[in-house]
């Protein structure tokens, strides 16, 4: 299989998770935000939407956005799990990584942030306020479902890693990035220190990817 993908990308850093949980094998190609390669006519014909990631699977079929292939990966590839066999547990899951990856990121993505200071002429300041924004927002509700729930335990729901982890991580990551105070969700903080000890979570990381920089 192939991930194009960017180092920094929350979405492609989320499947770089979910591959590494199920073992998999996978060559990375990166495609460069910065400087506008998902712009390109090589990404646009894998990806219609100008976005990153798009997994290539075995037998060539081009697979876009991150949850949909993370599901992918677990029905092809069902050990580990990414959800859980009970129906109520794998709603909650779904659940807790669709407020991430639906409500969170989308306001927070770079395309986002470059309308914001190229269109809307916005200063780095006021960029970095609507940022930490919906970061607060987010994360507030976030510490709530999490902090209130039985079914929390190691990772987000239980003692073995899931869907909503590999997408907690990144938003975290990106939350440390832009400077925003975490203090205020411990339940998110312990979680993603956790998950961060674990070699799959590592070797997906920004920092060990191959571009970057």
Not at 82 to 91: F, K, N, Q, V
Not at 141 to 169: I, K, M, N, R, Y
């Amino acid at each position: 299989m192939k991930l194009y993908g960017y180092f920094r990308s929350s979405a492609a850093y989320r499947v770089r998770i979910a591959l590494n949980l199920k073992g998999l094998d996978y060559a990375l190609v990166a495609v460069n935000l910065v400087d506008g390669e998902q712009h390109g006519g090589d990404n646009l014909a894998r990806n219609p939407q100008g976005l990153v990631p798009t997994l290539e699977t075995d037998n060539g079929t081009l697979l876009a956005q991150s949850l949909a292939i993370c599901e992918y990966l677990d029905e092809h590839h069902p050990e580990p799990p990414l959800l859980p066999a009970d129906t109520e547990a794998r709603a909650r899951v779904r659940a807790l990584a669709q407020a991430i990856a639906c409500e969170i990121h989308p306001l927070n993505n770079l395309r986002v942030l470059e309308y914001l200071t190229g269109e809307l002429g916005l200063d780095e300041t006021a960029k970095h306020g609507w940022y930490r924004h919906w970061i607060s927002e987010g994360f507030e509700a976030l510490e709530a479902l999490l902090a209130d729930s039985p079914a929390t335990g190691a990772f987000c729901h239980g003692d073995t890693p899931t869907l909503a982890d590999a997408c907690l991580v990144p938003q975290v990551f990106n939350a440390r990035r832009f400077e925003c105070d975490l203090s205020a969700y411990p339940t998110l903080r312990r979680i993603a220190a956790h998950c961060d000890t674990l070699d799959a979570f590592q070797r997906a990381a920004p920092a060990a990817q191959p571009d970057a920089s």
